[in-house]
Every structure is written in structure tokens, then in C-alpha cells.
């Protein structure tokens, strides 16, 4: 559930979210790469370009792209949201994730997940659905698990983690608001 | 399973399967618009373009697209199969099918699905998934589980059917071979 006076849109004390615009690719695109490259959380080519990751993170309305920045300016992490699906089941959203290392542990995920939240319970969505969660990433589970998520189904070994092989992946879901 | 004997590539019986070239739009286009508008099985928005069905059905490589022809080379039904996933998850495959209405219930769906299922085994895939089944398209339902699918989850109220209102998708799948 979201929290009362949970993440204001702006600012939440050292940590200040805001829509992400074109010139916050160059800060976006080495944290993507490094976190595919580092090959436990994302289905993504490892080889995208700027403009690949820009069509990946960044689509264009009813999509959004956010980033969680330092007080330097410096980015902690970034969401994007929108619906799962379009036409009749686009009342569904989903959204997905990426941390830096050094903001790991420091709340940046949990915050960036209420502002997906809270954005898709202000737009109407009926729920949010997460569809490839991948089962080892387990901080990640537990994050969603607190926040409201529920596991659906698991796809047997549908990940080809680096570290653990092949593990499964979590559909998750939770009804807004 | 795939029966011994079942769908050959390239004929079987009074129905043609081929790999679909991008003259065959002309014919899945109309078809394509009818089975999304009908509003029952599929999350396209209604009003796709050619370039948008293409870029949607008939993706390059790695994917594919086939169509099923009658005998006098009318379009009876079609297919577009894949990886579900990018990268890390690219092992698992996924397909989906649209049949005319003239055509329904003469056994073009289960000769698509056998098709697809039979270059994913050729292809190398470890399984295929289907994302997003209408829990009320009872006839899908029942030939993916004839042909070896489980329902593992149904995400509830996903799908806004034009007749039944909000209900759910079921994510299915099997293992390959």
C-alpha cells in the first residue's frame, strides 16, 4: 500500500524524483547497460544503442520515465510505467526498474516503486502487473511482496541468470488502488 | 505433443502452410482489424495501420510469420512466433494465431499451433508461453491444453471483453520438446 504522505512527486528528503526528459539519456543508458550486462534482472540485448534504450526505457505517452536524482543531480535510478497491454487491456499497468550499485540499499528502489504506484492509481489503472521478475533477484521479490504484490505463476527456468543458470521468473500482480 | 505424422511445412491435406512474405499483408490486414474489433481475444488498439500490423505480426527474424491458404490460396488463418523475451530470456518462445471466422473449427488453429510449436522444438526453444489468453475464448483454452499447455496463473479482470466485460488472461505453458 502506498503510504500516507508517502513519495511526493517532486522531492522526498535527500532523494528528489521527476520525469525524466531526452538529456537524462546520457545519465540512463551506461546504468542500463551495466545493469543487463551484469545478467541477473533484465531481458534485454546486451549490445543496445542510445536510441534502442531510449525506445526500451523512455517510450512516449501513456508511458512515463522517471529518475531518482541525488542532491548532486546525480542519478540514483530511474522507472518507467505504463499499460502492460494496449487496446483491451490497457487498464493493466506494469512498470520496471534500475538502481545504480552504489544507491543499492538505500531505499531509491522502494521509492521509485510508490511513484510508479501512486502514478498508476492517479491514472485509473486497475492494477499493476510485473512479468518477469526473476526469482533469484530476491531482494527485489521481497520489495514487491511488501509493497502489495502478490506471485501469480512462476515460468520454470525461464531466465538464463549469469551467476545461477537458468531460474524462473514471477509473474506478480497486485489490484490498485 | 506433436503427432507423429502431424503438420508438414509446407502442405497438409486441403490446407497450405507457408512462411508468410510481405505480400500477404493485404490479406491478414482486413482479417487482422476483424478479430481485434470483434473485441474477445486480442489487446491491439482498433486502429492499427498496415505499417502497424506489419511491424506487430510480421516482425523480422528471429521471429516468424506463417499463413495457412486454402486451396485456392484464400487466407484461412495465421501465426507470428518469437522469442517471448530479449537476451537472457530469448530461450523460451511464444506464438499467437488468428483464424478467419469462415475458417473456424476446421482445424486451422491446431494445424498453426502444431507449426509453431514444431519450429520452436526445431529451433532449439525450451518451451513456449503464451501471455495472455482470454480466460473466456474457451475453444483456445481447450486446444492449447490438448496440445500440451498448462494454465499457471490468470491475471484477474485483465482483458475488457466487449461481451463479458473485465476478465481474465491466463499465462500457459509447456515445456519443449
Known amino acids: ?8 512527486p517532486r522531492h522526498t ?7 525524466a526528459g531526452p538529456t537524462d539519456l546520457a545519465a540512463i543508458a551506461p546504468v542500463f547497460r551495466a545493469i543487463v550486462s551484469d545478467g541477473e534482472t533484465y531481458c534485454y540485448a546486451d549490445d543496445l544503442t542510445d536510441e ?10 501513456p508511458f512515463r520515465c522517471i529518475v531518482a536524482l541525488d542532491d548532486d543531480g546525480a542519478l540514483l535510478g530511474t522507472a518507467k510505467m505504463g499499460p502492460v497491454r494496449a487496446g483491451r487491456g490497457d487498464h493493466i499497468a506494469t512498470a520496471a526498474f534500475m538502481v545504480t550499485p552504489a544507491a543499492q540499499g538505500k531505499g ?3 521509492a521509485l516503486a510508490e511513484a510508479a504506484l501512486r ?8 492494477g499493476m ?12 521479490v521481497a520489495l514487491w511482496q ?4 502478490r506471485i501469480l505463476a512462476t515460468i520454470p527456468a525461464a531466465f538464463d541468470s549469469k551467476r545461477h543458470g537458468r531460474v ?7 489490484p490498485l488502488p
Open 168 to 174: 524462473g521468473m514471477h509473474v506478480m500482480y497486485r
Open 119 to 126: 502514478w498508476a492509481q492517479q491514472a485509473g489503472y486497475a
Open 1 to 8: 500500500m502506498l503510504r500516507a504522505g508517502g513519495v511526493a
Open 108 to 110: 531509491t528502489g522502494r
Open 146 to 149: 511488501q509493497l502489495g504484490f
Open 13 to 19: 528528503g535527500p532523494m528528489q524524483l521527476r520525469d
Open 52 to 61: 534502442q534504450i531510449a525506445a526500451e526505457w523512455m517510450p512516449p505517452p
Open 129 to 140: 502487473q510485473f512479468n518477469a521478475v526473476v526469482e533469484t533477484n530476491m531482494a527485489a
